[in-house]
């Protein structure tokens, strides 16, 4: 087995069970869903940018089963450990401080992946992903919020 291929297997356990042990204030639907939304547009914005337009490769050129299971699974578990550690109640500088600081823990994750060889780029360069990465975590808790809100109204 190749070092990228063990690194994103390892990866993918220790988060998974960083999310297993992470406390839960999500509810089990609510975990599902975002963790859902979480997998699917990741892995649609690999598709788009490393399958398509090739700015970067995941292991190797086209789709390959373990970075795909590597994708769902970081994908899922990042998403429940950042939204149940999310301050919600918090005010507007302790959201943004929180991230940044999950920003800057991601783009180490994506430095560490880059240096195995699991992440190869082409085009892209790592001040671009420093720069959605923020975006990208508001996202995902816009939609957790919108998801909320979508269950109350329906009560």
């Given at each position: 087995m190749e070092p990228q291929t063990i690194f994103v297997y390892v990866a993918s356990l220790v988060l998974a069970l960083l999310a297993f042990l992470t406390p839960k204030k999500m509810k089990p639907y609510e975990i599902y869903a975002t963790t859902l939304f979480a997998t699917l547009f990741g892995l649609l914005v690999d598709t788009v940018l490393a399958v398509k337009y090739k700015l970067y490769i995941l292991d190797k050129p086209g789709v390959q089963i373990p970075p795909l299971i590597g994708q769902v699974i970081l994908y899922s578990s990042t998403s429940i450990i950042l939204l149940n550690l999310f301050p919600f109640g918090k005010s507007i500088k302790r959201k943004v401080v929180y991230i940044l600081c999950f920003t800057l823990l991601t783009l180490a994750f994506e430095y560490i992946s880059f240096k195995i060889g699991f992440i190869k780029y082409n085009e892209w360069k790592i001040w671009y992903s420093a720069l959605c990465y923020p975006f990208l975590i508001y996202f995902l808790v816009l939609h957790f919020?919108?998801?909320?809100?979508?269950?109350?109204?329906?009560?």
């Open positions: 919020t919108f998801f909320q809100w979508l269950v109350k109204r329906n009560r």
